[in-house]
């Protein structure tokens, strides 16, 4: 369910990397090219941006889908930034919560997104309760699986985890609860973008001019674009990408004596 991309770079238009390309995510909310689950993208759609000397992003959501929003390619147009984090929703259960259940979901300087389904929701997951406290559980913004890990992804941020450890430890938690969920989490606070592929597509751009781009597909046929491996962590700077294996559930995220990850420095 849902295409998602994150940006961080050289301060880019919203609609150079979100309306302009030929297959961007504004397209993808009708004719998604590599989207193995669902065919449309119209139950909600938002972006996320940072402005220039502002640490806390702004958002831009609605209920409906983007291509009814008269508004949003002006704004898109005109709106400048060094990161973003934009999503066209696919919800697994429409109705309740409208805008408030599309991402990205925030929290002081975070963006978030889960681009996947969680298997039995809400009951597979009730036993993760225990580990939120009662704010935590009575803050959630919607009543979908996607505001709960993020949920689970923010109580680790918040006890210090780095952005990295939170998603892994995350979706290990949440896939050894709901064996079969997919659990494409993003994630950015301005400067970097940290990401997981767990049961659906990821791919990256390292940009000739500067900056980096994780999607769910690629906005255009650029041969640079990089499919990640399922079941990995996937980290992103403007001047580096690093690609972890993520291990599955009761296994450790990484072992001694395990190959040194690829690091791809920025063109």
């Known amino acids: 369910m849902c295409r998602h991309l994150a940006y961080v770079g050289p301060a880019e238009p919203l609609g150079e990397l979100l309306v302009k390309p030929p297959h961007g995510l504004y397209r993808q909310s009708w004719a998604p090219r590599r989207q193995r689950y669902g065919t449309v993208n119209a139950d909600g759609f938002g972006v996320g941006w940072y402005a ?20 949003f390619a ?19 259960l429409s109705g309740a919560d409208a805008e408030a259940a599309a991402a990205p979901f925030t929290a002081g300087t975070w963006l978030f997104s889960h681009n996947g389904a969680v298997p039995g ?3 597979s997951l009730a036993p993760l309760v225990a580990s939120l406290s009662a704010e935590d559980v009575l803050s959630l913004e919607a009543r979908n699986d996607s505001a709960f890990v993020w949920a689970l992804v923010l109580a680790r941020l918040r006890a210090g985890d780095e952005e990295g450890q939170a998603l892994a430890d995350t979706v290990l938690e949440v896939a050894a609860a709901a064996p079969g969920a997919r659990l494409n989490l993003l994630l950015t606070g301005g400067d970097t ?16 001019g500067g900056g980096t781009v994780v999607a769910s597909e690629p906005y255009d046929d650029d041969p640079h674009w990089r499919e990640v491996p399922d079941r990995t962590l996937l980290a992103a700077s403007r001047t580096d990408v690093l690609l972890t294996p993520l291990k599955e559930p009761g296994d450790a995220l990484t072992s001694a004596g395990a190959p ?4 791809e420095p920025l063109t």
Not at 260 to 263: E, G, I, S, T, Y
């Open 193 to 208: 973008v940290t990401a997981t592929a767990w049961g659906d597509t990821l791919w990256y751009l390292t940009r000739a």
């Open 52 to 71: 220039e000397g502002d640490p806390v992003p702004a958002r831009y959501r609605r209920a409906g889908p983007v291509w009814a929003d008269l508004s």
């Open 260 to 263: 040194a990850p690829p690091r």
């Open 74 to 92: 002006d704004l898109a147009r005109v709106v400048r930034t060094r990161a973003l984090l934009a999503a066209v929703r696919d919800a697994t």
């Open 121 to 123: 929701w809400p009951g």
